[in-house]
């Protein structure tokens, strides 16, 4: 649950930080313990913590790596914490999405300007 804590209020009454969201997430991800891993433990949520990587626009508030970096560390407990933040995370969801969308497997994904404008977006 992610009620109470810190931040602005959320849809139903709750409200949570987004360091909170960001390690409930890591710890959800494998409830059933499916995902095991000799080389990162049972459930590899250690390997989750160390490789956080802020992307997009709003992730540029100055000073924003650095709490996330402090925040995580009390979730994390004993784990290491590394949040990696690009200067030019910015654009990162654009990069991202144009170097996917240029893969030859996607191509059958691809829709003609005629479709579009038949059926909108």
């Known amino acids: 649950s992610v009620s109470g804590g810190g931040g602005r209020g959320m849809p139903g009454g709750q409200s949570c930080g987004l360091s909170r ?35 997009g626009g709003s992730s540029c508030f100055a000073g924003l790596e650095g709490r996330m970096n ?3 560390a009390v979730y994390a ?3 290491t914490v590394s949040v990696c933040a690009t200067p ?4 990162s969801a654009w990069l991202g999405a144009s170097i ?12 003609s300007k005629q479709e579009y404008d038949e059926n909108g977006p």
């Open 21 to 55: 969201l960001v390690a409930e997430c890591i710890r959800a991800r494998d409830r059933d313990g499916v995902l095991e891993s000799t080389c990162h433990g049972q459930d590899g949520t250690a390997a989750w913590f160390s490789s956080v990587v802020l992307a």
């Open 70 to 72: 402090a925040e995580l």
């Open 77 to 79: 407990r004993q784990q």
């Open 88 to 91: 030019q995370r910015e654009y």
């Open 100 to 111: 996917l969308g240029s893969l030859s497997t996607m191509q059958p994904l691809w829709i």
